[in-house]
């Protein structure tokens, strides 16, 4: 299949966009920018169209594809009833990198959902996100434009990189702003859950209402408690190099990635570093990659994606990041990365 390089960094491409919109109707998929990361889109209310995104990135059909609309009103087709706390939370976020679970209505075909009887739903906060679902029928089905397995996109030519050839169209938006998938929370729960950290924190989210607990699954170590959003449990973002993250005092921490990256030369490994901003030039061996500023963690969450894919395309052996448990974003990335590593911490 040849797919289409929609150059919208510009802005909305009004003529491409309806070229765009034409294939999302007829059952097509197009990739698409939104303030996370890429989506890779198609027809929500179709299932053709969502077996066709999971077969494009090898996704397991059980991992259920978040809906993604324009506009409130159009909540009430795909969920039975609309919870007081989802007008609450998408008055507060939305357009915005929340997703919320809610039981789904008869319209949200089983193969979306993988077979729940809930639905993920988001508002994306992105011109071209918004455009697209108005002009695609107004229900765009979309998980990351990912190979399932690989970091999720964050930007166009990582999409190209897994996904050229398998579907219809890129658009191509420029990097994304927040570069970490939505926070979900599930409100068919008694008190809300967050199955997903994201940009939107678990503070901002009691904030607005009161309770709010994270899914315990996400912290487990016990492989048979598993976390209730399906695709957190698989080993995502998985680097092809091994990823140990080192956590301890600021000057520790660059003194024992510094001496294990020395270790990997003598060994004749190639070492890659994950550094911030503030430590990065405190590394003498390896090849180190600054995220960000951890006075700025938008940058640290931006980067981190972007960081994993260099890494497999340079063919590093080891790779040793240091953390990054900033205010806000931190338990996203650190959640993450922790995936990346498989868990694997070095305590110093
Ligand atoms: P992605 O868009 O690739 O970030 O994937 C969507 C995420 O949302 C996956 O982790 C799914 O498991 C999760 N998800 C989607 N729908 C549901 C649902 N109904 N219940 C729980 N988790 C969901
Ligand atoms: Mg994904």
Known sequence: MNTIWADMRQGVDARLMETAGRIIASGGLVAFPTETVYGLGGNALDSDASAKIYRAKGRPSDNPLIVHIACLDSLEQIVSSVPEQAYMLAHSFWPGPLTIIMNRSAHVPSSVTGGLDSVAVRMPDHEIALALIREGGGYIAAPSANTSGRPSPTTAQHVRDDLDGKIDMIIDGGSVGIGVESTIIDLTEDIPMILRPGYISLEMLRDVLGEVRMDPGLHSRDPSFRPKAPGMKYRHYAPKAD??????????????????????????????????????????????????????????????????REFDDLGVDVIYSESFDTPQIGAAIMNRLMKAAGHHILKV
Request: with cysteine; charged share 25%; glycine share 10%.
């Open 243 to 308: 990823l140990t993250i080192v956590e301890g005092r600021a000057e520790d921490v660059r003194a024992a990635i510094d001496s294990l990256a020395r270790d990997a030369a003598s060994r004749g490994l190639t070492c890659g570093i994950i550094a911030a901003d503030e430590d990065a030039c405190g590394y003498h061996c390896g090849i180190v990659r600054s995220a960000g500023s951890r006075a700025r963690e938008i940058t640290i969450s931006q980067h981190l994606f972007g960081i994993l």
